[in-house]
């Protein structure tokens, strides 16, 4: 389980306790425990060796050699941090069903992957930094604790670029985890930019589930355009947040170019690059997308190649077959160049 959890990677549903939620994590471990003790069945059978699912990516780039290469040696433990392979530091609280217990740790080379992405997704990250012919700007869309943020972030400073961070955020407790991320990690006030509210295409109000426990949560979903009395009726109920939808050109308006956006949004992703396109064609260098489902992924394919754009890497979502309706429970990842930006 510790190698599938990430917002976006393994989807963990809104639930309304810390407890309910280590139970469905449990719920999903057993089921990808059952799924991996089929294959490992199959292979034997075959006389072939097991390999973990995630060494089952596409790319048009050596992917491993990429994670490698940006690899920090001589790592130190902090004895309140988790420290992952490029030195970011990560609190245990952030994730405390999966992380307690882990600070004063690092971990190795996430190779085929670690507690919150895989090869093609870190691959996808790091190659954007490589890729960034000055400084580094990324957006992180549904940014959380700023994984990406901080993760990008830290390999593109040690290059010697500068960077630019901007998150956008609904739930209010992950905002909080964001900046305290960002700050642990050495980030000035002047390199980050968060934001509290919902991307979206265009302006507007949405509705946002309120969790009791930041961490406890990391798949919450907006209802997007509510209404006034939809706000009503929430506002009576205590459950929501009304929060303003932020479109990504105003996200995007004082930057004359973005080197990554990275985009996990419970769903949302097709819709929204397919409502920017012209946007993200002419100002965004490279998508790092986490998609939902396999209709998610074949809608990405025909907007994004149509308008020209190369994929570099891709690995599908992991899905069950249940009652005859396919169900995600490793979300895809997608990894997309703009050779408009990017000869």
């Given at each position: 389980m510790k190698n599938l959890l990430k917002a976006g990677l393994l989807r963990v549903p809104a639930v309304r306790s810390?407890?309910?939620?280590?139970?469905?994590?449990?719920?999903?471990?057993?089921?990808?425990?059952?799924?991996?003790?089929?294959?490992?069945?199959?292979?034997?059978?075959?006389?072939?060796?097991?390999?973990?699912?995630?060494?089952?990516?596409?790319?048009?780039f050596d992917a491993q050699a990429v994670i490698r290469r940006h690899a920090v040696p001589g790592l130190r433990p902090h004895p309140r941090y988790l420290t992952n392979y490029l030195g970011v530091l990560i609190d245990p609280k952030f994730f405390p069903s999966i992380l307690n217990g882990r600070a004063g740790q690092i971990e190795p080379v996430p190779i085929p992957a670690n507690w919150h992405a895989d090869i093609a997704e870190w691959a996808a990250a790091l190659?954007?930094?490589?890729?960034?012919p000055g400084g580094f700007t990324m957006v992180e869309l549904g940014c959380g604790w700023g994984c990406w943020m901080n993760n990008t972030g830290v390999a593109a400073r040690r290059t010697g670029r500068a960077v630019h961070l901007i998150g956008i955020e609904g739930d209010e407790g992950h905002i909080g985890f964001a900046r305290e991320a960002c700050e642990a990690n050495g980030f000035r006030p002047a390199e980050i930019t968060l934001h509290h509210g919902i991307a979206a295409a265009t302006p507007g109000t949405a509705l946002f589930p309120r969790q009791g426990e930041p961490g406890s949560s990391w798949g919450l979903e907006p209802i997007f355009g509510a209404t006034a009395a939809q706000r009503e009726h929430a506002a009576r109920?205590?459950?929501?947040?009304?929060?303003?939808?932020?479109?990504?050109?105003?996200?995007?308006?004082?930057?004359?170019r973005i080197d990554l956006l990275h985009?996990?949004?419970?769903?949302?992703?097709?819709d929204l690059v397919t409502a920017c396109l012209p946007l993200l064609s002419r100002k965004f260098a490279y998508l790092l997308i986490g998609t939902h489902s396999r209709a998610i992924e074949g809608k990405l394919?025909?907007?994004?190649?149509?308008a020209g754009w190369r994929l570099e890497i891709e690995r599908p979502c992991r899905l069950h077959v249940i009652e005859g309706v396919p169900s995600t429970y490793v979300d895809g990842v997608q990894g997309w160049r703009n050779p408009t930006l990017l000869a």
């Open positions: 810390l407890s309910d939620a280590r139970n469905e994590l449990l719920a999903q471990r057993d089921a990808l425990s059952s799924d991996l003790d089929a294959c490992r069945n199959q292979l034997a059978a075959q006389g072939r060796e097991v390999a973990s699912p995630f060494y089952y990516y596409h790319s048009c190659r954007a930094v490589d890729l960034a109920s205590g459950r929501y947040d009304a929060l303003p939808m932020i479109p990504l050109q105003d996200v995007a308006a004082q930057h004359a985009i996990d949004i419970q769903g949302g992703e097709a394919f025909e907007v994004l190649l149509d």
